[in-house]
């Protein structure tokens, strides 16, 4: 009966030990959520805690040195893209005129050749232009943003107008794209520059449509991959997600081919 006893005793001494730890740990973990030393306070946000988070993170995003390492290849990224995009645009482009006016070679690599430094020029200006309201923007922006982080609740008011000067100028971005992507039709085959530009301007809601239905339905597929990536994970799920790129690009390059028409019908008739 005695071997018996012993081990039944041990069984309760080491459950009782065990429900001790547990209590401890779990005052412990209490303890330390709720602000004990070395760890972050988990109770609501206070106008102080707010002010060391705003005083906080531009010193951590200064210092930071995985911060710098990705800010770095964001922009090498960036560069490389603003000079990948208008020789590939200018392959296109080259592949649009008759058969009977190209030159010997492969269109997209002869059009880097003959219309890369025009595109190129072009695109340049674009980006001058679609940045100068920045200099007003990011101001405004930034005049606003510190208001929002401070207040504790959501303020409308103030992300309606963030809202409605990003859309604005975004609006201008798509005008400023489009009369230059029919000033570069008009200098590349030869039509005239400034009124094809003329063109653009009197047409834009055409063209506005033309964006609008393929970015509609570039939009709503990017929803079904993204939708079917986050139900159905695995094999399917990756050849979607690395196959949308490339559907991207097809509906950039349909997208050019639809206005090269449009100037195209128009400037005949002009």
């Known amino acids: 009966m005695e071997s018996y006893k012993k081990p039944a005793s041990l069984y309760h001494h080491s459950v009782s030990v065990s429900v001790a730890l547990g209590i401890i740990f779990i005052q412990t ?3 330390s959520c709720n602000g004990g030393p070395g760890q972050i306070p988990r109770s609501p946000p206070n106008p102080l805690s707010q002010a060391l988070f705003l005083l906080e993170g531009p010193n951590e995003l200064k210092h930071s040195s995985e911060i ?3 800010l770095w290849l964001l922009l090498g990224m960036t560069l490389i893209r603003l000079l990948v995009t208008p020789l590939l645009q200018a392959g296109v482009l080259y592949g649009l005129m008759p058969k009977e006016e190209r030159k010997s070679g ?3 690599f002869r059009g880097m050749k003959e219309f890369g ?3 190129f020029l072009f695109l340049f200006i674009e980006l001058v232009l679609i940045s100068i309201p920045l200099i007003w923007i990011l101001p405004h922006v930034q005049g606003i943003l510190p208001d929002l982080l401070r207040s504790g609740t ?3 008011t103030p992300i309606l107008k963030v809202s409605a000067v990003l859309f604005a100028w975004m609006i201008y971005c798509w005008f400023i794209d489009q009369c230059l992507l029919f000033a570069q039709f008009g200098y590349l085959f030869k039509r005239g520059l400034w009124g094809s530009i003329l063109i653009g301007v009197k047409y834009v809601l055409p063209g506005a449509g033309i964006s609008l239905i393929l970015g509609a339905f570039a939009l709503i597929l ?3 991959f993204g939708s079917v990536s986050w139900i159905w994970t695995g094999l399917l799920a990756l050849i979607l997600q690395q196959s949308y790129p490339f559907i991207r690009s097809l509906f950039r390059v349909w997208g050019l081919t639809s206005q090269y028409q449009l100037w195209e ?3 005949q008739k002009s």
């Open 29 to 31: 973990h209490q303890f």
């Open 265 to 267: 019908i128009k400037s």
């Open 106 to 108: 492969l269109p997209l």
């Open 222 to 224: 990017f929803i079904i």
């Open 68 to 70: 710098h390492l990705y």
């Open 117 to 119: 430094r025009p595109v």
């Open 154 to 156: 959501i303020q409308v």
